[in-house]
């Protein structure tokens, strides 16, 4: 199998949590050779808090970026994916190559297509991407600053599907209400960007995806410029042997459940279908999905709008929003501890001991 270059496209699987997004990571590698890492975050996370670093030209912030992204790294790895020792994930995560001490660069685009190039030259892959799976829908523009040759896979699953398997964690949504105005914010944005920059973008639907996962690969396979490899479903899959004992992901490198849909039919209570499609319905019938079998009358909709502000309430004081948004102020608190003189490798090791 050919080894990536730094030229070659650079993938970004694209989605809200729980829409199968590392289900289709785990395709694309067996697919087409796209070696794609656990858990980073850190390409807009970290672009938007550049200038903290002073000028990059210079080996010592660009020292310093680097072991602030190990750190980062670290940190995601331990909570995002609940492995008590990341170390443990080193074969399908990018902290080897933030630990070489011959890794280089003279620029934030530059340490990135370093990062992963070398990752993928690591598995032998054909090509090297990121997945990004956040509540917070993320600005785009982010990565193609600093990555010239981005593709965008914008997975989308129906919301009620994604609310419903939200409303199951425990750092989710609080909420119907919230999940669905999150879950439009987050489609609604993304697609914006995709209309945007035409070339560089393309959707494919959770639920088209496992009911004919072949043709989704193939249309998936012309919009990379990749042929696809012979497939062996029954092959040990790299994310799946990672993620299979953490619960939420359980499905990764299984055989693709067709039956995995509609699930909010029978587990969403009426007066909860009727809530996210008053919020989403325009979206939702945007991007294909049928309603419910009834519209809402006028007394769910006098019930609906007086809740309404309840919940948007509830959103601004959870404590779940907090720990969410505390990550995009990561850097920043890196950087601090930096400049204090502490040592982020000994800093992190105490903290995931602790955690």
């Known amino acids: 199998?050919?080894?990536?270059?730094?030229?070659?496209?650079?993938?970004?699987?694209y989605g809200c949590p729980r829409s199968g997004t590392y289900l289709l990571s785990d395709y694309l590698e067996r697919c087409f050779g796209i070696a794609i890492p656990v858990e980073t975050h850190f390409i807009?996370?970290?672009?938007?808090?550049?200038?903290?670093w002073g000028d990059l030209s210079r080996a010592g912030n660009m020292?310093?970026?680097?072991?602030?992204?190990?750190?980062?790294?670290?940190?995601?790895?331990?909570f995002g994916i609940r492995s008590r020792d990341p170390d443990a994930q080193a074969d399908a995560s990018i902290l080897p190559m933030l630990e070489d001490p011959t890794l280089q660069a003279t620029s934030y685009a530059g340490l990135i297509a370093r990062i992963f190039h070398d990752f993928a030259a690591r598995t032998d892959a054909r090509a090297a991407g990121d997945k990004?799976?956040?509540?917070?829908?993320?600005?785009?523009?982010?990565y193609a600053r600093h990555i010239p040759n981005l593709r965008v896979i914008h997975l989308i699953r129906d919301g009620r599907d994604v609310c419903l398997s939200w409303t199951k964690l425990w750092f989710g949504p609080t909420s119907v209400a919230e999940a669905a105005?999150?879950?439009?914010?987050?489609?609604?944005?993304?697609?914006?960007?995709?209309?945007?920059?035409?070339?560089?973008?393309?959707?494919?639907?959770?639920?088209?995806?496992?009911?004919?996962?072949?043709?989704?690969?193939?249309r998936v396979g012309s919009f990379l410029g990749l042929a696809p490899l012979v497939i062996d479903e029954k092959a040990p899959s790299r994310l799946?042997?990672?993620?299979?004992?953490?619960t939420s992901?359980?499905?990764?490198?299984?055989?693709?459940?067709?039956?995995?849909?509609e699930k909010w039919k029978t587990g969403m209570m009426p007066r909860q279908q009727l809530l996210f499609e008053w919020i989403a319905g325009a979206t939702l019938a945007a991007c294909g999905y049928a309603p419910s079998s009834r519209?809402?009358?006028?007394?769910?909709?006098?019930?609906?709008?007086?809740?309404?502000?309840?919940?948007?309430?509830?959103?601004?004081?959870?404590?779940?929003?907090?720990?969410?948004?505390?990550?995009?102020?990561?850097?920043?608190?890196?950087?601090?501890a930096q400049f204090l003189g502490f040592d982020l490798r000994s800093l992190t090791a105490r903290l995931l001991r602790g955690g």
């Open 132 to 142: 990004m799976a956040a509540f917070e829908s993320v600005d785009l523009d982010q």
């Open 295 to 336: 519209p809402p009358d006028a007394s769910d909709q006098l019930r609906i709008a007086v809740m309404l502000p309840f919940f948007i309430c509830r959103r601004y004081v959870s404590s779940n929003l907090v720990l969410r948004r505390m990550r995009a102020f990561a850097p920043v608190l890196l950087r601090a």
């Open 63 to 78: 020292r310093r970026l680097a072991a602030a992204i190990e750190a980062f790294t670290r940190i995601w790895i331990y």
């Open 249 to 261: 992901h359980v499905k990764v490198g299984e055989r693709i459940d067709r039956r995995n849909v």
């Open 44 to 52: 807009p996370i970290f672009a938007r808090t550049l200038p903290i």
């Open 181 to 218: 105005w999150l879950w439009k914010r987050h489609v609604l944005s993304t697609r914006r960007w995709g209309a945007a920059h035409p070339g560089s973008y393309i959707e494919v639907r959770y639920e088209d995806f496992v009911q004919e996962p072949h043709r989704e690969m193939d």
């Open 1 to 13: 199998m050919p080894v990536a270059d730094q030229n070659s496209s650079f993938i970004v699987v």
């Open 240 to 246: 799946g042997a990672l993620l299979s004992p953490e």
